[in-house]
């Protein structure tokens, strides 16, 4: 069975620090892309970061650039979004993609959590 599972999310005052695991199961990440997306109440899903699975090249939206951090553990079949200088603009629930194509295609989502930057 394959999944997705986040975790590392909660409430965090402005200025603070979270670290978002995604823990994948019943598939192995190396060659996936992973990506991290966010959504925030009445807005659309967005892209966060992303990691490449050849290489580890990396991208991030503008507005987290210089403030999170993307990362894979292949060995622990795990992807990491480490956020820092969190801002109110950041609450949302941030889910875990990860995506393969070659021949197929393969699109996998987990179940997001909630990261909540208030005072």
């Known amino acids: 069975q394959v999944q997705l599972v986040e975790s590392g999310g909660g409430l965090v005052q402005p200025g603070g620090s979270l670290r978002l695991s995604c823990a994948a199961s019943?598939?192995?990440?190396?060659?996936?892309?992973m990506s991290w997306y966010r959504q925030a109440p009445g807005k659309e899903r967005d892209l966060v970061a992303g990691?490449?699975?050849?290489?580890?090249?990396?991208n991030y939206a503008d507005s987290v650039k210089g403030r999170f951090t993307i990362s894979r553990d292949n060995a622990k079949n795990t992807v990491y979004l480490q956020m820092n200088s969190l801002k109110p603009e950041d609450t949302a629930v941030y889910y875990c993609?990860?995506?393969?194509?070659?021949?197929?295609?393969?699109?996998?989502w987990g179940q997001g959590t909630q990261v909540t930057v208030s005072s």
């Open positions: 019943g598939f192995t990440i190396g060659r996936y892309t």
């Open positions: 990691i490449g699975s050849v290489g580890g090249s990396t």
């Open positions: 993609n990860a995506v393969y194509r070659n021949l197929v295609v393969r699109n996998y």
